[in-house]
């Protein structure tokens, strides 16, 4: 068996981490955890803070000739050396996306200093192709 002389970090995304922390007997609420036959380590609120990142496609329409944001287009070493060498292109923008906001709606919590909505807004869609370059990169 190992065993840690200090902290352990865990990293396994904002599913698997809480998940392999309950698994491991770390949770909230304990009565959960015993009642499905896990000795329960320490009560702790994990995934208690849990927040879906929901998405979708907005408004989509074709120019001149379609626009995909893919990952080959932006790793591809043509588009690398035209970054490093000009300054320009796709991989001057974070992911694609030209303008980010963060808005406040009228169901803000504003006792916490964080808005509750955000835009993305790119000049390429994920889903002009019914989503079939984004699915293979998310598999």
């Given at each position: 068996?190992?065993?840690?002389?200090?902290?352990?970090?865990?990293?396994?995304?904002?599913?698997?981490?809480?998940?392999?922390?309950?698994l491991s007997g770390i949770g909230y609420p304990k009565e959960h955890l015993r009642h499905i036959g896990?000795?329960?380590?320490?009560?702790?609120?994990?995934?208690?803070?849990?927040?879906?990142?929901?998405?979708?496609?907005?408004?989509?329409?074709?120019?001149?000739?379609?626009?995909?944001?893919?990952?080959?287009?932006?790793?591809?070493?043509?588009?690398?050396?035209?970054?490093?060498?000009?300054?320009?292109?796709?991989?001057?923008?974070?992911?694609?996306?030209e303008c980010y906001a963060f808005v406040n709606t009228?169901?803000?919590?504003?006792?916490?200093?964080?808005?509750?909505?955000?835009?993305?807004?790119?000049?390429?869609?994920?889903?002009?192709?019914?989503?079939?370059?984004?699915?293979?990169?998310?598999?």
């Open positions: 068996m190992v065993r840690p002389r200090k902290e352990v970090i865990l990293s396994a995304g904002a599913i698997n981490s809480p998940q392999i922390m309950m896990i000795p329960v380590i320490k009560d702790l609120r994990v995934g208690d803070n849990l927040q879906d990142h929901v998405g979708m496609g907005g408004l989509i329409f074709l120019i001149d000739k379609p626009v995909a944001i893919v990952q080959d287009r932006f790793q591809a070493a043509p588009m690398t050396l035209h970054y490093v060498v000009n300054g320009r292109g796709p991989m001057t923008t974070l992911g694609g996306v009228k169901y803000a919590n504003y006792s916490i200093e964080y808005p509750d909505l955000q835009f993305h807004m790119a000049p390429a869609s994920i889903n002009f192709d019914a989503g079939v370059q984004v699915w293979k990169i998310l598999k």
